[in-house]
């Protein structure tokens, strides 16, 4: 942890104001799904397996953070969207691995690229100062990101 910039205001201000453009940008980043059965925690999983996997399913679990008998459920519908595959686990015959299938990846594909899209059409309506600003801040914002990813 590094010492406090007396010029800087203070982590917590920091947090509360990001969290609060977080919260607003959320519903420009969910708004138009592909498809009305993509809740944003299966969104969460694809993204997940797109990262990490394939992956067992208490795997999912901790890298989502929630419990293994949601995430159970969770992949049980998502297989039958057909949007995962399940395969044999190489080093547990009685385990498997969940992974995205083509279908799962094209979709999470065209769900992000729209969802950029539609924070692109919102960045254009910020002053070009603005989008500098905002272009400034993301290695910030990357930097953050990971640490969150690390350390939940």
Known sequence: MTAPDPGC??????????????????????????RGDLTPSRQAALAALADHGPLRISDLAAHMGIALSTVSRMVDLLDGSGWIERN??????????????????????TVRREA????????????PEEQRSLY?????????S???????
């Open 146 to 152: 990971e640490q969150a990813a690390r350390h939940p």
């Open 136 to 144: 400034a801040a993301l290695p910030a914002l990357e930097a953050l």
């Open 88 to 109: 044999p686990d190489p080093q547990d015959q009685r385990a498997c691995l969940i992974a995205l299938s083509d279908t799962g990846r094209t979709l999470l594909d």
């Open 116 to 127: 950029a899209a539609r924070l692109a059409e919102q960045v254009t309506r910020l002053t």
């Open 9 to 34: 205001p203070e982590p917590a201000d920091i947090a509360g104001r990001l969290r609060t453009a977080i919260q607003h940008l959320l519903p420009v980043l969910r708004a138009g799904s592909v």
